[in-house]
């Protein structure tokens, strides 16, 4: 069975990143009125602690969202709409002016929807998806909110198309086993045959490893080949060189950076991921390595 827990990273620089391009495009998605279904693939346990003792043991969220709430964290400008809905949002999560809870996907994404809306949650892990159940059964949101014990990349398939032909797809594995990042080719694949005007939005690791490489690459090869339009984020925060400590102790640097890419992506999204991207480097950015890239094509 999987080790990877999402509790050690929650509210890191790469929820960030992933969070902030998933509710600029959520927010998009819901101002038409027909009815969205949201495909979770990789949902996690939903509601994160930060004072708990996984948030406490890693303290990735201090590079993150912490990072970014504290006081006296600003830029010269003020900050970029999307950066600001998504610390927004955060905070509608918690009572006390500190940030103690940090929501996942499917709460992001449920207090998004609209009551006529759908989302589909899907993960493997029992002890996640124990939590999983047990924090939207609390959300009393009754049939507009499905848990399911699946394999992601499988289990979308037979919800797409959807019913009212609107739907996006968070892909956001954790990648660690290596099959993953083919699988996540494949599945965008077979969902663009299924599901063409779907949007589909795909989180990964920048970590020296061919496949990691290779994956933003391949995924807007098939973006170009089915002739849907792309968009491709990625935010770095530090170097990510192995180095040794004066006692010649190893110190690997931890994730250094992150991608978002996205097939048919809001029209919109460029433009406020220009404003909010160098701002997340600026106040996330650990050394002179922290910087952003930002393309699109259609
Ligand atoms: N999307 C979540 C968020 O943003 O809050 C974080 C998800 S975490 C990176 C990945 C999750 O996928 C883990 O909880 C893991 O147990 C689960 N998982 C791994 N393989 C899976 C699969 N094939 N299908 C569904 N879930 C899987």
């Given at each position: 069975m999987f ?36 495909l ?7 509601l994160y602690?930060l004072?708990g003792?996984?948030a406490?043991?890693?303290a990735?969220?201090a590079?993150?969202?912490l990072r970014?709430g ?11 709409p999307a950066?600001q ?6 905070r509608a999560?918690?009572s006390?002016?500190s940030?103690?809870?940090?929501p996942?996907s499917p ?7 609209r009551?006529?809306?759908k ?5 493997l892990h ?5 939590a999983l159940a047990g ?8 049939r507009q909110?499905?848990?399911l014990h699946?394999?992601?990349f499988e ?9 009212a032909?609107?739907?996006l797809?968070?892909?956001d594995?954790?990648?660690e086993?290596?099959?993953d990042?083919g699988?996540?080719l494949d599945m ?10 779907g949007?589909?939005a ?8 061919p ?7 391949r ?5 170009q080949?089915a ?8 935010l770095?925060v530090?170097?990510?060189?192995i180095?040794?400590?004066?006692a010649?102790?190893?110190?690997r640097p931890g994730l250094p950076?992150s ?5 048919n992506?809001?029209?919109t ?11 997340m480097?600026e106040l996330?950015?650990?050394d002179?390595?922290a910087?952003h ?6």
């Open positions: 080790s990877y827990r999402h509790a050690f990273h929650a509210g890191n620089h790469a929820d960030v990143l992933k969070h902030t391009v998933l509710i600029a495009t959520l927010q998009y998605l819901t101002e038409k009125d027909a009815a969205l279904t949201v979770d693939t990789h949902a996690g346990a939903g602690r004072d003792d996984y406490k043991t890693s990735e969220a590079g993150g969202i970014l504290a006081p006296g964290a600003a830029t010269a400008a003020p900050l970029a950066l809905a998504y610390i927004d949002l955060v999560f918690n006390s002016p940030t103690k809870v940090y996942g709460f992001i994404i449920q207090r998004l929807l009551a006529h809306d989302l589909k949650l899907f993960e029992p002890a996640d998806l124990r924090n939207v059964a609390q959300l009393e949101a009754g909110v499905a848990v699946e394999d992601g289990g979308i398939k037979k919800f797409l198309p959807p019913p032909r609107r739907a797809v968070l892909c594995p954790s990648y086993i290596k099959s990042y699988k996540v965008v694949a077979d969902a663009l045959k299924r599901f063409a005007t949007t589909y795909v989180w990964y690791p920048i970590i020296p490893r496949e990691a490489h290779d994956l933003p690459r995924l807007k090869t098939l973006a080949k002739g849907k339009g792309w968009l491709h984020a990625t770095t530090k170097s990510s060189k180095t040794e400590d004066a010649g102790e190893v110190k950076a991608g978002m890419f996205v097939v992506p809001p029209h999204l460029k433009a406020q991921l220009k404003d909010a991207l160098p701002q480097a996330l950015g650990q002179k390595h910087t890239t930002l393309e699109a094509g259609s």
